[in-house]
């Protein structure tokens, strides 16, 4: 039997952080053995958070190579750029069609970010179509997000549903939504979801020492205020980290320890910030590599996009045909 199909994007922010890494590209390496993967870069998602031109090239490549970097295979999977396969933003247009703005206007992160500026641009407002399109293109099966994108996800399995009733076709299946178990991964800050512009994380190619520079400012039990006070493991964000990246014998020490003020909360940091330069060491040692081989990430990107073209084309012709936009063939 064929393998189900994963779609999966990602925003062109540069160098992947470890939120991107436990929240979405751990689970994402994992997957390319059991799934046909295809993995994108979303520039054109990008836009309407106003992503700078002069930089943006620049974030492209980075993230590319911090796919690479962290397992994603270019022989198992199909990683490209969106833009790069103008199909995307040619479907999105299509599925204006069927979209109800309502639906648009309901959506959490369009609320959001809405309140963010005095006219809103209608990118923000559309840009989940732009997601379905996305995803419905290559007709995946499922789509790993984290929970914040449940509901663009629904609102694609909508989208799929209303447009093959309106074109009479089974042409889309309803992407099913795959969440990850790693939940929201809350920032070194404690008080955010980790991002990089709220600078609450560390990049996953930074050396041990920059590494150590951010976990030391991390946040933990706010009730823990002299070494001598003993700490709530379950209230604190290191100790949350620590789920991740410590083998459990150590974690129960560490939770027995914290609770007696037998460890202090330096010496904790301490120990996450070496497991996390362990666990990452690896992914620096690949990121050098396509660092000084740029030339390899382009193929890599140019491949990868032939690829999703490939298919992107046929599910185009079908819709277009469906949609009676291909006049020509038609009146034949
Ligand atoms: N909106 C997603 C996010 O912010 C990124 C994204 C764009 C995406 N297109 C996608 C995720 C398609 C999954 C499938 O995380």
Same mark, same amino acid.
């Not at 520039?43 to 958070?49: E, G, K, L, N, V």
């Given at each position: ?14 160098e /992947? ?9 751990? =689970? ?25 031109? /002069? ?11 911090? +796919?690479?970097?962290?397992g ?22 299509? +599925? ?6 309502g ?77 990850g =178990? ?13 991002s ?12 041990p ?49 914290? =609770? ?25 040692? =690949? ?9 390899e ?22 819709v277009r045909?469906r ?10």
């Amino acid at each position: 039997m064929a393998r189900k199909r994963v779609f999966s994007g990602m925003q062109p922010s540069g160098e /992947a952080h470890l939120g991107n890494y436990l929240g979405a590209l751990k =689970r994402w390496v994992e997957m390319q053995d059991e799934y046909e993967c295809i993995f994108c870069i979303v520039d054109d998602h990008a836009i309407t958070s106003g992503s700078d031109p /002069a930089e943006l090239p620049r974030n492209i490549l980075d993230l590319a190579v911090s +796919f690479l970097a962290v397992g994603l295979d270019p022989e198992k999977s199909t990683i490209f750029v969106q833009s790069d396969v103008p199909e995307h933003t040619e479907l999105a247009w299509l +599925f204006n069609a069927v979209t109800p703005v309502g639906d648009l206007e309901r959506m959490t992160q369009y609320k959001d970010k809405a309140q963010r500026f005095e006219s809103v641009p209608a990118g923000i407002l559309n840009y989940p179509i732009l997601q379905a399109a996305d995803i419905l293109l290559y007709r995946a099966d499922a789509v790993p997000v984290g929970e914040d994108q449940r509901q663009h996800l629904e609102l694609t399995r909508e989208i799929a549903r209303k447009w093959n009733a309106a074109y009479g076709a089974d042409l889309f299946p309803e992407p099913e939504a795959i969440i990850g =178990r790693a939940g929201r991964i809350m920032g070194l800050d404690g008080e955010a979801k980790m991002s990089k512009s709220l600078g609450n994380t560390v990049g996953i190619l930074a050396k041990p020492d920059e590494i150590w520079a951010r976990v030391r400012t991390a946040v933990t039990d706010p009730q823990r205020v002299r070494r001598s006070d003993p700490g709530r493991p379950e209230v604190c964000n290191v100790f949350a980290l620590h789920q991740h990246f410590t083998p459990p014998s150590v974690i129960a020490e560490i939770d027995e320890q914290c =609770r007696t003020a037998a460890i202090g909360c330096v010496d904790c940091k301490k120990i996450l910030a070496e497991n996390i330069a362990g666990a990452f060491a690896p992914m620096r040692e =690949r990121a050098a590599h396509y660092r000084s081989h740029p030339d390899e990430v382009r193929a890599i990107l140019d491949d990868g996009a032939a690829r999703a073209r490939a298919i992107a084309g046929e599910t185009m012709r079908e819709v277009r045909m469906r949609m009676g936009l291909e006049w020509r063939v038609a009146l034949d």
